[in-house]
């Protein structure tokens, strides 16, 4: 038997795409590569934001790893080298995907000569490949196995204990050259949409604005955005969904991602065909995507209502003055609110009605500025969008108090008819 350490980023997803080789027998999460002789995943947290704190780096933090123990007759150093390279990116420094910070770096850690020299090989040859594919240098440090500590037992095969849980690892794509047959063939989710899907044709596609969501077949997570976000879709940008991790692109027009894709699903915002902006790793969250795309669909002072429950002054709002028939919309997810019908001049400088469409809000206590009111949020985004007192007129005895710069007027339209 023979083991040897990777740094992958998080080590769940690290710990399920090494455990799927053939010949690997084993593959356990830890920390290593750090000065402390004796840490727990707490204290390399609290250890990261220190360094970060103090900008020190002479002082360094473990890593989150996994130690893979294989039979070498069964699969060799090489392909277990491959699988590795494979399936993270190892260009990112102190990152991988989302996660952030030293303890997320890239690294092998080895326990014989032979070690290092396989990994340095692989990775020299793999760093061929990426640079083909127009990624920048490998920053995977490549050093003698240091102060290595087995992770809590609540880490040990955590994927397999909670199916659903977050696996941001993805890799980039780029096969290793020459790979040999069944050397990785549990391929990551993108990379065999790589050899298969084709991407979108970017001649359907709204070239101004888009999303793009980047999906892939087995991906538990893109069928959970799939069945939370995407069946009533209403927001003013348009969506699409691609199995190809490749950017849309047709005969005349080729669009732009930002850098390659990792994890999925992957909702990538381009604007005159370039990437924006990207949400990666939905974990049915509804909340948090939402308030990703408000951040950049709405302009700052919607932001600071919508998001920091902020109020704008009154008689300074917008549509305080909508007589016309149809409906107020959330500015983000496009889901109706208010009915024009249930509008009425209540003199207090912002747009006020006294009943919302069945199911559009939600209410909560506020207690904030040494007062007790009662908060309404949109139920589909989650923004804050004003107060409801009791001091409106019949048939409720309601006064929805909004503010008007958190709302969409879609002019000819009641609820029915969306």
Not at 250 to 273: C, D, H, N, R, Y
Request: glycine letters at 8%; one cysteine or more; aromatic letters at 10%.
């Amino acid at each position: 038997m023979e083991d040897i350490v990777f740094g992958m980023g998080c080590f769940w997803g690290a710990e399920k795409r090494m455990s799927e080789l053939d010949g690997v027998l084993d593959v356990e999460s830890g920390f290593a590569g750090g000065d402390a002789a004796r840490v727990g995943y707490q204290d390399v947290l609290v250890a990261e934001k220190k360094l970060r704190a103090a900008n020190d780096s002479r002082r360094r933090n473990h890593a989150e790893v996994v130690r893979v123990r294989f039979n070498p007759l069964q699969v060799s150093l090489e392909d277990v080298l491959i699988r590795f390279w494979e399936n993270h990116d190892p260009t990112q420094g102190n990152r991988q995907g989302n996660d952030i910070g030293s303890n997320y770096r890239s690294a092998v850690y080895y326990k014989s000569a032979a070690q290092k020299e396989a990994a340095e090989r692989t990775r020299d040859i793999y760093q061929k490949a990426l640079t083909a594919a127009k990624y920048p240098a490998i920053t995977t440090e490549i050093l003698p196995l240091k102060n290595y500590n087995r992770a809590e037992e609540n880490h040990q095969d955590y994927l397999l204990k909670n199916p659903d849980g977050y696996c941001g690892l993805g890799g980039t794509g780029v096969a290793y050259p020459g790979t040999r047959t069944g050397a990785t063939e549990a391929a990551t989710p993108i990379a065999a949409a790589a050899q298969s899907a084709q991407p979108l044709n970017a001649d359907s596609l709204n070239f101004p604005r888009q999303l793009v969501v980047f999906e892939a077949d087995d991906c538990l997570w893109c069928k959970k955005f799939r069945a939370e976000i995407l069946p009533d879709w209403r927001a003013a940008v348009p969506i699409a969904t691609s199995l190809s991790p490749q950017a849309p692109h047709s005969k005349t027009t080729v669009w732009q991602l930002e850098k390659a894709l990792f994890a999925t699903p992957t909702i990538v915002l381009f604007e005159q065909g370039k990437e924006v902006a990207r949400y990666t790793g939905y974990n049915g969250d509804k909340e948090r995507f939402w308030q990703w795309l408000g951040y950049r669909l709405l302009d700052p002072e919607a932001r600071r209502i919508a998001f920091e429950q902020g109020t704008e002054p009154a008689f300074a709002g917008s549509h305080l003055d909508e007589k016309r028939p149809g409906v107020f919309v959330d500015p983000i997810t496009g889901a109706p609110l208010f009915r024009s019908d249930s509008k009425y001049e209540s003199g207090s400088g912002w747009p006020s009605f006294f009943n919302p469409v069945e199911g559009a809000i939600t209410l909560h206590p506020d207690h904030t500025h040494g007062m007790t009111r009662t908060e309404v949020r949109s139920a589909s985004s989650g923004i804050h969008l004003g107060h409801v007192f009791d001091d409106g007129p019949p048939p409720t005895g309601k006064r929805y108090c909004i503010n008007g710069n958190v709302l969409k007027f879609v002019p000819g339209q009641t609820s029915e008819d969306r």
